[in-house]
């Protein structure tokens, strides 16, 4: 496990920053279906985007320094056009 999914401040973050969001606003989701949904999520690591898309080129999406978000990109391998 990473220090950061083991990092309970992020986690505590995490379901502060869930309770304002516009999904829980809007459908009005009971307190069991908001902790469901938080601790069912999971976090892809890079190798394991990779491993989704071989072949592809990972962009990634930076926010303050920090990884936000992955794009695995394709690349079609330059050729006669059909």
């Not at 379901?15 to 976090?43: D, H, M, N």
């Not at 072949?55 to 059909?82: D, N, Q, T, W």
Request: hydrophobic letters at 40%; one cysteine or more; aromatic letters at 10%.
């Amino acid at each position: 496990m990473s220090p950061i999914s083991s990092c309970r401040s992020c986690t505590n973050v995490g379901f502060i920053l869930i309770q304002a969001s516009p999904w829980r606003i809007l459908s009005r989701p009971s307190a069991r279906v908001i902790r469901e949904y938080f601790y069912g999520t999971k976090l892809l690591k890079e190798d394991e985007i990779r491993g989704i898309f071989p072949g592809c080129v990972i962009h990634h999406e930076r926010a303050f320094g920090l990884v936000k978000s992955y794009m695995a990109v394709y690349r079609k391998a330059a050729g006669p056009k059909a």
